[in-house]
């Protein structure tokens, strides 16, 4: 087996990258069978450049990346998950923006304005997702209110009327409608 060079782990034999780290193994490169030479034919008029030899049959030649290239990157981990992020479009809300935010928003004509305005707009995506949650919250309970006030509309009316039918107060409502 061998080790790491960047963390010292060790690595199977047949592995090409660390399993702990990603880094790619440092192995010597196998040399390549060489082609077996062939005489060179006699040229005829003006040189003319020569094909490039074909490896042999039932050879194999694996095809190296270029230096430049890389292979591998191990993703950098954070070690502390709860450091700031360092995109300001993440940057953190404090909980008394949180309470700033919610009484701002609670306002009856410029609060819905400024959430539709926050959850639409701006830098900050923490106060955006903040803003969409509160204008759906608002917009639930908006359609609730509305199914709530036609259900209860439509008991008292049933209401209403069955009593309006019943003969024992038929008498003290006859003059009134």
């Given amino acids: 087996m061998a080790f790491c060079?960047?963390?010292g782990s060790q690595i199977p034999d047949d592995a090409k990258f660390c399993t702990v780290c990603g880094t790619p193994r440092e192995t010597a490169p196998k040399?390549?069978?060489e082609a077996p030479k062939q005489a060179p034919a006699p040229e005829a008029s003006a040189p003319k450049a020569a094909p490039a030899a074909a490896p042999a049959a039932g050879t194999y030649q694996q095809a190296q990346p270029a230096p430049s290239t890389v292979i591998y990157q191990a993703p950098q981990v954070n070690s502390n998950p709860y450091s700031a992020p360092t995109d300001?479009?993440?940057s953190i809300l404090s909980p008394w923006m949180y309470v700033l935010y919610f009484f701002l928003f609670s306002l009856p004509c410029i609060g819905l304005i400024l959430l539709i305005v926050f959850a639409f707009t701006g830098d900050?995506?923490?106060k955006k997702n903040f803003a969409r949650g509160m204008l759906l919250y608002g917009i639930i309970c908006a359609v609730?209110?509305?199914i709530l006030s036609i259900v209860f509309a439509a008991s008292?009316?049933?209401l209403i009327s069955?009593?309006?039918n019943d003969p024992r107060f038929a008498s003290q409502f006859s003059g009134m409608f």
């Fill in 5 to 7: 060079t960047k963390c």
């Fill in 31 to 33: 040399a390549a069978p």
């Fill in 88 to 90: 300001p479009r993440y």
């Fill in 124 to 126: 900050n995506e923490n």
């Fill in 144 to 146: 609730l209110s509305i």
């Fill in 156 to 158: 008292i009316s049933g």
């Fill in 162 to 164: 069955s009593l309006m």
